[in-house]
């Protein structure tokens, strides 16, 4: 019998060859010894787990950091754990991220042969200079090389992750990258806006010019507000034409090549995320064995949202004593390595509303009623009826999205559904 419970598998890789200067990640650089300790702590961690949630895994995500960086037979280490303890579906789209430069044949091979069908690699830009500027640790060249890897060992679902709102970045440089990185057609193309993130070595340097485009105002390296903008747009209008379609703000596909696991995330589909920093989202009935008393827990029916603890080294001691026996099953170990708590009914429709008008299908209002037991109009009928006004939502029969406008200024219009 088909089991009914699914769900998806984030698995989170914190090394790097070196820090990006943009980058917030929980992610950095640690010698090999760590990085083997690391990965036999998140091996029990998954053992602990497999004790505890029922359901087929529909999808795997390696994210990270980079998980390219560490040594291919870890990666072995943790497709074995995972295989042996859980029940994966064998049609689930398993993802890793990867570095140009660092995927050699033999290990692209080895991704191959434990299952790994998809591979997002992170180029950012194709123009050498803005590389530079971002602190990356490869050339375009050496993204070319290992592109080409990754293709003839047989990898046919790539994904190629790029910036937009670079400091100095022209529309020509934009469009420059575009072309270069459609031209030899990846099923799957991010094209996330640069963000200054506090305690980023970008942020001592940018932080001001950050201030000045959020208010609108003039900028001195960022593109300011409206050029950002004229950035996104001419990148969305160049995909699109190259047969590209964007089905998230900031994703965008070949025919059929959405990624699977994000898909899931928008659309809440119950989550187990194991590493440091990971999050999960378990649903009622997905626990081996669920709360006795609802009093003690606040009541059953609710979702649960543990988050891991952030420090390497705690991480690494403490998922070396978590209790791995079948008999101690339930909930009340869930936060042995992190934190633990239920999701309200109005935050859980929040995040409903928040992650699923993301998607350029928008939501559906049957969907919400089968999630919520309660007509999106209920609760959010005033929002929505504001945001048609203003021409940044429509609704059509069952569904609910975001106009084209309504995407330009996602921000705002999403924030109307936190309430
Ligand atoms: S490779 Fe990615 S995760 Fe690592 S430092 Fe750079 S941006 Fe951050």
């Known amino acids: 019998m088909e089991d009914y419970r699914r769900f998806e598998l984030y698995i989170h890789i914190p090394f790097c060859a070196k820090k990006c200067l943009y980058c917030d990640f929980l992610s950095g650089v640690f010698d090999t010894d760590t990085q083997r300790d690391y990965v036999n702590a998140l091996c029990n961690e998954l053992k602990f787990y497999s004790e505890k949630v029922f359901g087929t895994v529909s999808s795997i995500y390696i ?13 072995v280490l943790i497709m074995q754990t995972v295989k042996e303890n859980f029940k994966v579906d064998p049609l689930a789209e398993i993802s890793i991220e990867a570095n140009p430069g660092t995927v050699v044949a033999e290990a692209a091979n080895t991704y191959l042969s434990v299952g790994i069908n998809r591979i997002s690699l992170g180029l950012q830009s194709a123009n050498d200079d803005e590389l530079e500027e971002l602190g990356r640790i490869h050339t375009f060249k050496r993204f070319l090389s290992t592109y080409e890897i990754l293709r003839k060992a047989g990898f046919k679902n790539i994904n190629v992750d790029l910036m937009s709102a670079l400091p100095g970045q022209t529309p020509e440089k934009l469009l420059y990258t575009l072309n270069k990185v459609t031209s030899f057609r990846p099923e ?60 998230e703000i900031s994703n965008y596909a070949r025919e059929g090549k959405e990624c699977v696991h994000n898909l899931g995330y928008w659309n809440r589909v119950p989550y187990l995320g194991v590493g440091i920093g990971a999050a999960s989202l378990i649903p009622p009935g997905y626990l081996v064995r669920e709360p006795e008393d609802p009093e003690e827990t606040g009541g059953m029916g609710l979702e649960w949202r543990t988050t891991n603890i952030r420090d390497i080294y705690t991480y690494i001691e403490e998922c070396s004593h978590l209790p791995i026996v079948p008999e101690r099953v339930g909930y009340e170990d869930m936060a042995t390595i992190g934190s633990i708590k239920q999701i309200t009914r109005k935050a859980a429709m929040e995040e409903f509303m928040f992650l699923g008008m993301r998607q350029i299908a928008g939501i559906k209002k049957s969907y ?6 309660v007509a999106i109009e209920k609760i959010y009928g005033h929002e929505m009826t504001e945001l048609e006004r203003e021409g940044l939502l429509t609704e059509k029969g069952d569904t609910v ?14 924030a109307k559904f936190i309430k």
């Not at 994210?63 to 990666?75: K, R």
């Not at 305690?199 to 390296?221: L, W």
């Open 63 to 75: 994210g990270g950091g980079t998980p390219s960086w560490i040594n291919p037979d870890l990666i």
């Open 368 to 373: 919400f009623k089968k999630s919520f037991g």
């Open 188 to 247: 799957h193309i991010s094209c996330y806006s640069l963000i200054i993130e506090p305690g980023t070595p970008f942020y001592e340097k940018y932080h001001e010019d950050a201030v000045r485009q959020e208010r609108g105002e003039e900028t001195k390296f960022l593109p300011n507000e409206d050029q950002a903008y004229e950035l996104m747009k001419r990148s969305q209008m160049y995909l699109e034409k190259k047969g590209y379609h964007r089905y």
């Open 401 to 414: 999205a975001l106009t084209d406008t309504g995407l330009d200024i996602s921000n705002y219009a999403l």
